[in-house]
């Protein structure tokens, strides 16, 4: 699982210091090729000459060359530092589309995603475009913030052998995998989260159950401390080691509170259509949960995935 070539989404208007800082340390550490790509596409532009198209054709023109002009200037950054590096731009006006299109071409191995921090409200958003690419995107999306990686690179796996998927461990052990890769890439620890929840004694209406809470209670978390150390023993850990945290919460409060205490810079999580990402959702929104969450994002699909946008 080896990082030869990084796609890198880099959208106009956007603070890119922070971005290119992480590309650099991915390439450096993993000896990758970088690909810059932006998608180019400006309605007010094309409204501006409806009537004359060969005036629109040659505005489009102009709009790309200086995208082009913009990342060839980033890619000459990126070589002075000895990375390998090419840039490539399209005009579509479907963004996230765009961008699976461009990996079904290139084929790279992961994609670097910014996310638009709101200047305002000091938070980030979301947009549809971003949900588009965390469904679709075949290959793993690095989803990136302004706050900067510590030195050593603090990265956790977030794994839950117990959810809806068709290959539950398949997924686990990809995102065990992709986490131990970045840790490689970037001399960072890995970590290992997994939540599960007994419901509330107030929830059970069985007589028998409830006579015995207590004891309910020690055997679902005996099932899951079982089902962890399985996964993890392949990868020379378990719930006995430090790197391995259980929480007994919803699994969107852990993600949350677990960021926070071990300061994790990247977060590896897994994506799938009735997966780990729709229990996050109970009791929540995904927006109120990315957006609070403060690490990056490595979002992971199973084996075997296929997007459905095609070339």
């Not at 963004?95 to 670097?112: C, F, G, N, T, W």
């Not at 990265?155 to 990809?174: G, R």
């Not at 929480?247 to 852990?254: D, N, P, S, W």
Request: hydrophobic share 40%; proline share 3%; charged share 25%.
């Amino acid at each position: 699982m080896d990082i030869r070539k990084i796609l890198v989404n880099v959208e106009q208007g956007k603070d890119l210091y922070l971005l290119i800082e992480k590309v650099l340390r991915m390439a450096e550490g993993s000896g990758a090729k970088v690909e810059l790509f932006r998608c180019c596409y400006n309605a007010s532009l094309r409204n501006s000459y409806l009537f004359d198209k060969e005036s629109l054709l040659r505005a489009e023109h102009g709009y790309i060359h200086k995208a082009e002009d913009d990342l060839e200037l980033i890619a000459s950054q990126l070589e002075a530092q000895g990375i390998e590096a090419a840039t490539d731009v399209c005009w579509e006006r479907h963004h996230a589309e765009s961008i699976v299109r461009k990996v079904l071409r290139y084929q790279p191995d992961m994609v670097i995603h910014q996310v638009e921090q709101h200047s305002r409200l000091g938070h980030y958003i979301f947009d549809q475009s971003d949900w588009m690419l965390i469904r679709q995107c075949p290959v793993p999306l690095l989803l990136v913030k302004q706050k900067p990686w510590s030195d050593g690179g603090h990265i956790a796996a977030a794994v839950d052998p117990f959810h809806e998927s068709d290959s539950p461990a398949a997924l686990d052990k990809q995102i065990l995998n992709w986490a131990r890769r970045i840790v490689q890439t970037i001399e960072g620890d890995l970590k290992v989260l997994h939540s599960f929840n007994v419901l509330p004694h107030s929830a059970i209406f069985d007589e028998h159950l409830v006579t015995d809470f207590e004891g309910m209670q020690r055997k679902v978390r005996g099932e899951h401390v079982e089902a962890l150390n399985l996964l993890l023993e392949p990868f020379g850990l378990s719930t006995h080691s430090t790197a391995v945290t259980l929480k007994e919460t919803e699994a969107h409060r852990a993600m949350l509170e677990y960021v926070e205490e071990a300061h994790i810079d990247v977060l590896v999580i897994g994506a799938v259509a009735r997966g780990i990402l729709d229990r996050w959702l109970i009791g929540s929104t995904t927006e109120r949960i990315l957006d609070n969450l403060h690490a990056d994002l490595l979002v992971v699909k199973p084996p075997g995935f296929v997007s459905s946008v095609s070339e």
